[in-house]
Nanobody, 128 residues
Framework: QVQLVESGGGLVQAGDSLRLSCTDS????????MAWFRQAPGKEREFVAA????????YGTDSLKGRFSISRDNAKNTVYLQMNSLKPDETAVYYC?????????????????????WGQGTQVTVSS
């Protein structure tokens, strides 16, 4: 049974950095595309970044380019999200997610419905 557990969230000031971690308790972590999404109060869940099973390719959004980066350590079954220069409007619950079916097909998806497993989320609050 896959279980994803996020950690690293918290309360920070604008301009600060945080590194989120997400650890998979399963045995086949290395097969999955991993992604981070976020959801602010009253808003839809938003794609943040994704990384292929090998870590060879990463995908993000233009608005976060240069500030957020995703990485993974398959030996530790863990994916990371490094967030720099955080802004108050980036206050949200951050979720990690796994996608196997598209990973097998060599596709990266930015749509939350394509992901098979989700963590419980970690709260990131950025004060001004």
């Amino acid at each position: 049974q896959v279980q994803l557990v996020e950690s690293g969230g918290g309360l920070v000031q604008a301009g600060d950095s945080l590194r989120l971690s997400c650890t998979d308790s399963g045995r086949t972590f290395y097969r999955y595309t991993m992604a981070w999404f976020r959801q602010a109060p009253g808003k839809e869940r938003e794609f943040v970044a994704a990384i292929t099973w090998s870590g060879g390719s990463t995908y993000g959004t233009d608005s976060l380019k240069g500030r957020f980066s995703i990485s993974r350590d398959n030996a530790k079954n863990t994916v990371y999200l490094q967030m720099n220069s955080l802004k108050p409007d980036e206050t949200a619950v951050y979720y990690c997610a796994e996608d196997l079916k598209n990973a097998i097909l060599g596709r990266i998806c930015r749509t939350s419905s394509e992901y098979d497993y989700w963590g419980q989320g970690t709260q990131v609050t950025v004060s001004s």
